[in-house]
């Protein structure tokens, strides 16, 4: 499917192909389109104010910047090199076929994943475990995340959160209740992160079952495993989002209550994305009647 790559190659295949045709230059049968070497072009490709992850020496993943120039991109509908310009009506540069006049419209993409938690026991007794896949497919390969990744044309976002959550862990999952939505406008990305149970837990009606058995590495995971929530490897985590939805997690346990989380997160270009340098702004925690 090509999905559940998260945010490494598939984030240039797919800013390249952005919105009003998926299949672009390269699934454009029947049509002369230029190819472009990405050997040499590589994440200018991007386009007009996008961004990328990409994998930076030192183990880090870095986020970095990569405008493409508009003679570097061409009409996915007639072949024609575009031009930037502020169509009429508009108020800021778009890529626009001098040809055709198609207006290539690039928008923030939506990351879709699953906090799956894990409930065993009842009372003083109760233990609690998070889901963690860790990343087999670089930016971050060998980092923790959730199971997150692009949402595909034609689902919604709570199928997207459980699709990732099948692909990357094997983990059939019932998404329960939004739990927190965060952007990161320097990448043009926002994320939606749904709370979500194994099926076969919540099916079981409360009887104790181990969930070790419901979950495995899918083919861009290098192992799965369900974390106490005192031994979450916050030091290895892949993404400031991760490290948001995975904090604002044990402070609801603390608190007794699920919320709804919020916010922004703001980095400065270049820096790791695992890098504890960035700030949460706008941030929101609005109590549900979700009681723990
Ligand atoms: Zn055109």
Known sequence: MGVGRGWGASVVRRSVNNNSNRRGWTGNVGRRIPRVDTTTRGTRLLGHNDHNHQW????????????????????????????????????????????????????????VGCLVECCRGEGDGLKRQVLLCRRGIDPCKGLWTLPAGFQECGESTSEG????????????????????????????????????????ALDSGGAPMDCESLHSPGEETLETQLFDLDSIPFEKLAFSSVKIVLQSYLEDIKRDRYSFHHGTIVKQPGVAADSPQFSLTNYMCLPTEHKL
Not at 67 to 91: F, I, K, L
Not at 188 to 198: E, G, H, K, L
């Open 161 to 200: 959160a459980a699709r990732e959550t099948r692909e990357e862990a094997n983990a059939e999952v019932r998404v329960l209740a939004p739990y927190a939505h965060l952007d990161i406008p320097l990448i043009s990305q926002t994320y939606v992160i749904f709370r979500a149970q194994f099926k076969q």
């Open 56 to 111: 930076g020496l030192g183990g880090t993943c870095r986020v970095v910047s990569g405008a493409a120039s508009a003679a570097e991109m061409y009409c996915d509908a007639c072949g024609t090199r575009t031009v930037m310009r502020v169509p009429d009506g508009d108020n800021r540069e778009r890529r626009v076929c001098p040809s055709c006049h198609k207006i290539h419209y690039i928008n923030p993409k939506v990351v």
